[in-house]
Nanobody
Framework: QVQLVESGGGLVQAGGSLRLSCAASGRTEGYYYMGWFRQAPGKEREFVSAISRSGGSAYYAESTKGRFTISRDNAKNTVYLQMNSLKLEDAAVYYC????????????????WGQGTQVTVSS
């Protein structure tokens, strides 16, 4: 079992920044990729970003490239998502997830999920 706890969400004005954190605990060995997804009301959960275990490879949704940066600190079992230049359409519940698959960008490729953290963007 792997437990994931997100934090760092909140209310921010458009153009502002937030940094989300995801702390992993439990049997994290073997979970190669960590990812972030988001889900806005009435919409499907969508891929935001993913990072390999070493941190050497990172992937982003087109809508977040150049604005979001994913990173991880394996000594702390924590993954981060730095979000800059936030837009109204970035508002959603953001979920952290863990996967044993290689380059997982679809939600079904992830095995464990956090409870989510709300990001609200105001105009």
């Amino acid at each position: 079992q792997v437990q994931l706890v997100e934090s760092g969400g909140g209310l921010v004005q458009a153009g502002g920044s937030l940094r989300l954190s995801c702390a992993a605990s439990g049997r994290t060995e073997g979970y190669y990729y960590m990812g972030w997804f988001r889900q806005a009301p009435g919409k499907e959960r969508e891929f935001v970003s993913a990072i390999s275990r070493s941190g050497g490879s990172a992937y982003y949704a087109e809508s977040t490239k150049g604005r979001f940066t994913i990173s991880r600190d394996n000594a702390k079992n924590t993954v981060y998502l730095q979000m800059n230049s936030l837009k109204l359409e970035d508002a959603a519940v953001y979920y952290c997830a863990a996967s044993m698959r290689n380059v997982p960008i679809r939600s079904y490729e992830y095995d464990y999920w956090g409870q989510g953290t709300q990001v609200t963007v105001s105009s």
